[in-house]
């Protein structure tokens, strides 16, 4: 198992940094922190739950918009597209590791 | 008008201001009472950060467990602090009151208004800058996080009154990026460098409450009534300090929940 982080800091957004725990080609376990606001802040653990798993990383801001959606969640200082941006750029760092 | 609670608390350790916080923000949620504003200061100092925030990432535990400063995760977002010499508010409002807007950032704006006031009043030039900050020229003065739980709205925020910049520095990580604005010790501002060490008197705290609350009065319409915690705050504070602020599996672990009070009254 292999962690690998991405820092990302949007205009107008707060510091996110997005951890993931690679292993297989798969995500094992994700962490979202930052000094942003999520509300109820509990629904970053659904956010992180997206992350997991072998995900198809084309679709991913449309899979965090349905958790945002259905947990009723509101990001402030933070937003799904910079969440998958970190994501992705976690598992290219790890890809090209993995490739060379 | 409305009355509204004060408090004004002595000054607390790290663990106990967070859990009278909660203790609060669960006393509103219980039962149908008035706003409360909560004024108040920390001894010793301590260090929290934000909920969404790592104490990996974001602190020197080493450098605090040397110098005993406690370092606390906050039920609330945004970044971390070293809590020294401020004052420091909390308001807790009821999510279906007049001064606690549906929106988060215009909730911030409306709340940190009378920060802003209070600033102005000593002669300072000090605006709200979203999302949660206040600022005197381009330099923090005021930063605060807000959370919404069970109908009731807690925004607690800090009042700089002095910086120690060495020992922030020496307790906390500064991201690299935020650097890019400029030196640090640049971005943010306090009391005693804008107007001199009047700013460090006790006269002068007790004078900025007044200020904040007297500022808050006039921005939200409301009289206050100065008052003390219940004692079934007081009881609980003291359980959630135990039983949440003082444990890791809160402080570095986001599986627990902030433990909720019991039945309503």
């Given amino acids: ?98 490739s060379s | 008008m409305e009355t509204w609670r004060l408090i004004l608390d002595p000054p607390g350790r790290g663990a106990r201001n967070m859990a009278v916080d909660l203790a609060v923000l669960h006393s509103l949620v219980r039962t149908v009472c008035s706003p409360t504003l909560r004024l108040y200061s920390w001894n010793p100092p301590a260090v929290t950060i934000g909920y969404f925030q790592r104490i990996e990432e974001e602190v020197r535990e080493e450098e605090c467990r040397r110098e005993g400063v406690a370092v606390i995760r906050r ?62 020229g381009e330099a923090k003065l005021s930063g605060s996080a807000q959370t919404r739980r069970d109908g009731v709205l807690l925004q607690h925020g800090t009042l700089l009154i002095d910086v120690n910049a060495g020992r922030m520095f020496r307790l906390l990580n500064v991201a690299k990026q935020k650097s890019a604005k400029g030196e640090p010790q640049d971005r943010v501002s306090s009391l005693r460098r804008l107007l001199g060490e009047r700013a460090l ?37 003291l359980r959630i300090e135990r039983e949440l602020f003082n444990l890791d599996a809160w402080n570095r672990d986001r599986s627990i929940r902030p433990v909720f009070a019991g039945p309503a009254d």
């Avoid at chain 1, 959606?69 to 970190?86: C, H, N, P, W």
């Avoid at chain 2, 549906?102 to 800058?129: K, M, N, Q, T, W």
């Fill in chain 2, 75 to 136: 039920v609330t977002g945004g970044g971390a602090v070293l809590h020294e010499h401020e004052l420091t508010y909390s308001v807790f409002i009821p999510l279906a009151h007049r001064a606690a807007p549906r929106s988060i950032r215009e909730s911030y704006e409306l709340l940190c208004g009378p920060i802003v006031d209070a600033l102005r009043g000593l002669g300072l030039d000090a605006r709200f800058s979203p999302i949660n900050d206040v600022l005197v």
């Fill in chain 2, 201 to 237: 008197s006790a006269d002068f705290a007790a004078g900025l409450a007044g200020r904040i609350a007297r500022a808050f009065s006039e921005r939200l319409d409301c009289d206050f009534e100065e008052g003390r915690l219940s004692a079934r705050e007081e009881e609980e504070a």
């Fill in chain 1, 1 to 98: 198992m292999t962690t690998r982080s991405a820092v990302v800091k949007a205009p107008g957004e707060k510091l996110l940094r997005v951890s993931l725990d690679l292993g297989g080609g798969v995500v094992r376990a994700a962490r979202i922190s930052g000094d942003f606001f999520i509300h109820p802040e509990e629904g970053v653990l659904l956010l992180e739950k997206a992350l997991c798993g072998a995900p198809e990383w084309d679709e991913l801001v449309l899979r965090l918009q349905s958790v945002v959606d259905a947990g009723g969640l509101e990001l402030v200082g933070v937003s799904i597209e910079s969440i998958a941006r970190g994501a992705l750029e976690a598992v290219s760092e790890y890809d090209a590791e993995t």
